[in-house]
């Protein structure tokens, strides 16, 4: 048996691709919602360049969190961490997999928005009166709902990493990606 691998021939580390993804859709979503947040603020003339990053970045985003997916189904990978509770280690698998599915969904209306709230011809034409009010474009609610969803998971996430960590007194990100 490897070092790099189980008692199962399953790896114990997640792959360099895997990894890089992981951290830099993470950086990307936590510059998305305080932007995002911040354009939600903004009159249309002031929200332009604004829009531009942040389509641009969720849209990074999004084609990550697809190659993600690819990966996730056609490389192996690291079993779950056990934390010694059903509960715990239902409740991991289960943050891993929203994030997944709410990625992708929120991809999705993030570009919808785009389309039917009038951004793109904004863009294009650089006219912010071809964006409609925020309360007119459903997909910017969803939007909007998603992102809080998303964050709310990602503390989950941290918490539980933390807590394992100081549960069983281990560095789980160094054991799993250095």
């Not at 691998?5 to 890089?20: E, F, H, N, R």
């Not at 993804?21 to 332009?48: Q, R, T």
């Not at 779950?80 to 715990?88: A, P």
């Not at 039917?116 to 007119?136: C, F, H």
Request: with cysteine; net charge positive.
């Amino acid at each position: 048996m490897s070092d790099n691998m189980t008692k199962d021939g399953l790896p114990q580390k997640y792959s360099k691709a895997v990894i890089a993804i992981h951290w830099i859709s993470a950086v990307l979503i936590l510059s998305l919602f305080p932007l995002g947040k911040y354009l939600s603020n903004l009159e249309p003339i002031d929200k332009l360049p604004f829009i531009k990053i942040h389509a641009i970045l969720g849209c990074i985003v999004f084609v990550l969190t697809l190659v993600r997916c690819v990966l996730f189904f056609t490389t192996d990978r690291p079993e779950h961490l056990s934390t010694g509770s059903k509960f715990n280690d239902f409740l991991a698998k289960a943050i891993h997999r929203a994030f997944y599915v709410l990625l992708l969904i929120i991809g999705i209306s993030g570009i919808v928005t785009l389309v039917l709230g009038g951004y793109i011809d904004a863009i294009t034409t650089a006219s912010p009166s071809a964006i409609l009010p925020k309360n007119e474009i459903m997909s910017l609610k969803i939007h909007n709902i998603l992102a809080i969803i998303i964050m709310g998971l990602f503390v989950m996430h941290v918490a539980g990493v933390i807590r394992y960590n100081i549960k069983n007194k281990v560095n789980v990100i160094k054991e799993r990606i250095s």
